[in-house]
């Protein structure tokens, strides 16, 4: 009882701290990748369309659409007791690059529009977040 209890209280905490976590690298390696872009090259070499791209889906991951995914990913690991670092880390990464998917549902398909560098930067944020969570929960699941 006291373990069902400890548990209930631990994985809100562990999914707020790791979604912490994916937020801090969205926006540092977001932002990095931004300057990289900008950096050094003339103004008719600066790829606007990646710059754009980052920003708008930062706008969008403000939506109840990024949690879905990182939410089923942690109720099926907890319920099948899986303590893979794998599950969770690749499990981090799929979940958020599925976003900009959901995003657009009932729209054209120009996700897959998005530049690669969008892409790195959300799969390398939900690796960091899937980590995260195991870490802290997941590895007693």
Known sequence: MLRALGRIILLPIAFVLAAGVTLFVIFSLGQERAVQAVTGRGPEDIPIGAVVDL???????????TLVPALLLVIVGEVARIR???YYVVGG???????????RLGQPMTVLELSPVVWQVLATA???????YWLLAGRKA
Request: cysteine-free; overall charge positive.
């Open 93 to 103: 990464g799929v979940a958020l690059a599925v976003v900009p998917l959901l995003t």
């Open 84 to 86: 893979s670092s794998i």
């Open 55 to 65: 920003v708008g889906l930062a706008m969008r991951l403000a939506s109840v659409h």
């Open 126 to 132: 939900g690796f960091a977040g899937g980590f995260v």
